[in-house]
């Protein structure tokens, strides 16, 4: 059987949160607009001008290539050329508004290089402040400690917060392999049951081939009439195998058909039985909503079982498959014409297994009913959430 493609170890950079490029945006905007109304009030070397321009442009150029996720390259080095420039805002004329782009520097740091590193870095950092405030500015340790700690502890917030969204998307990662290898599993099991019942269906349709064939041959000298029904026969039979093998088939492939989710991979489905002689409708109400895959997998077995059932047991000419959205919730109904469940053969309950579709319907949440359309025929209607339930 061929395997599912499994997500990779890490979801896709997706850049920033929104939040933080709106703080981002904000504080560099303040910090260059309160560098102008200084420059308006008390002028500065040209240089100094030009060096603040420069760093300013350089924070602003590396902000939209910054990666927040682990990498290797010339991106990873963005990361602490970023950081750098941002804290040597200070050095080239900012009056320490800047500080906060520093700490978001310090969060990118955490996100591409992980928390030793901008932790060593916070530490790095607070001992250049320190330094910094007595040796450049003449100030006393208490008027340096004064300083230093107020970025010691949004530091420390920011790392926090951080390390929680890092410990999220590793949840989240770990999840997403869990449910790609869950979903694969399900199938390798719907597989086999499938299997099961195709190696019931054709196994018993050979072995009454193979009986009347043998018949035949005892019979093809002393009655050779009754040779020829015997011949007659397993035709018919080869005839209805080669149907089951066909029906069964289009049952299974799309089981593999990539790329189709939701309604599109129902309306797939509800085609594949084109050739049956059994006419298959299918429509959409409402605005489709996103699926959950666990849902979906049981909208999929749902439509998949009804129209097996209506070709094998049913007698029907037309199945109806109907997919509605009402809020939050998705209806699929499943109603052929053929006989109802009193006018099927024993197979009927068993092979269209309600009891498995309905313990499949309650795990993620909804419900499942079936039985006779009062106009005669048989319907199957199940009503899901469009996602399932926590913990199922």
Not at 198 to 216: F, P, Q, W
Not at 226 to 251: G, I, N, P, Y
Request: some cysteine.
């Amino acid at each position: 059987m061929p395997r599912l493609p499994v997500p990779a170890a890490r979801l896709p950079d997706t850049g920033p949160p929104l939040l933080l490029s709106v703080v981002f945006w904000v504080v560099l905007a303040a910090t260059a607009l309160v560098y102008a109304a200084a420059l308006s009030t008390s002028p500065a070397p040209v240089g100094q001008v030009v060096a603040f321009g420069v760093n300013l442009a350089v924070v602003t150029g590396l902000w939209p290539v910054l990666p927040w996720r682990r990498t290797r390259g010339w991106r990873a080095a963005a990361a602490v050329v970023f950081l750098v420039a941002t804290f040597t805002l200070g050095i080239t004329g900012s009056n320490e508004i800047h500080q906060l782009l520093t700490l978001i520097a310090v969060a990118n740091v955490a996100f591409v290089h992980g928390m030793r590193a901008a932790g060593v870095i916070v530490g790095c950092l607070c001992c250049v402040v320190f330094t910094s405030v007595m040796v450049l500015y003449g100030h006393d340790v208490l008027d340096a400690v004064g300083q230093t700690v107020p970025v010691a502890v949004f530091a420390a917030f920011v790392l926090g917060m951080t390390s929680a969204v890092l410990e999220a998307r590793r949840r989240r990662e770990e999840a997403q392999r869990l449910l790609a290898r869950i979903r694969e599993l399900t199938i390798a099991q719907e597989r086999a049951r499938m299997g099961a019942e195709m190696h019931d269906s054709l196994g018993h349709h050979l072995t009454v081939i193979k009986l009347a064939l043998e018949n035949a041959e005892r019979f093809r000298t002393r009655r050779p009439e009754s040779a020829w029904d015997e011949v007659r026969q397993a035709k018919d039979l080869t005839r209805q195998a080669l149907l089951d093998a066909r029906r069964w088939v289009r049952a299974l492939r799309p089981l593999a058909l990539d790329g189709h989710v939701g309604s599109t991979a129902l309306q797939q489905l509800a085609a594949s039985f084109d050739g049956t002689g059994l006419g298959v409708s299918f429509e959409v109400v409402g605005g489709e909503l996103p699926l959950d895959p666990d849902v979906e997998l049981v909208l999929y077995r749902v439509l998949q079982e009804g129209l097996a059932n209506a070709v094998r047991h049913a007698g029907a000419r037309h199945v109806r498959g109907s997919l509605a959205f009402h809020g939050d919730r998705v209806v699929l109904t499943v109603a052929d014409d053929g006989r109802g469940r009193d006018g099927r053969d024993g197979r009927a309950g068993g092979g269209f297994g309600l009891r498995s579709l309905a313990e499949r319907a309650g795990a993620v949440g909804g419900t499942l009913t079936a039985g006779d359309r009062p106009g005669g025929g048989f319907e199957v209607r199940a009503e899901l959430p469009a996602w399932a339930r926590a913990g199922s």
